[in-house]
């Protein structure tokens, strides 16, 4: 599997979305469960979220390519778990 990083802010709305959405996701596929993910808050960890391209969060990079960034929905959520698995 692929290595997922995930860059988000504590308290912000759209994150907090999108972890419900995977929380959703991996409840009915169990291969999604399987992926390893990297939780970085931006706010603590500057020089990494400094070392990537990316404007708003959540933002989600699958082997270090951006595959999502800003409002998530469960399809576009969906897609980076079925590129983590490929």
Not at 65 to 83: A, Y
Request: net charge neutral; glycine share 2%.
């Amino acid at each position: 599997m692929k290595k997922v990083k995930v860059f988000y802010m504590e308290g912000c709305p759209h994150c907090r979305r999108a972890f419900k959405i995977l929380d959703e996701l991996k409840a009915n596929n169990p291969e999604y469960a399987k992926i390893h993910m990297e939780y970085i808050d931006e706010n603590k960890d500057v020089k990494a979220a400094n070392a990537h391209d990316y404007y708003y969060v959540p933002t989600f990079y699958v082997d270090e390519v951006k595959l999502h960034e800003g409002v998530p929905t469960v399809e576009k959520i969906e897609r980076v778990l079925k590129e983590a698995i490929k």
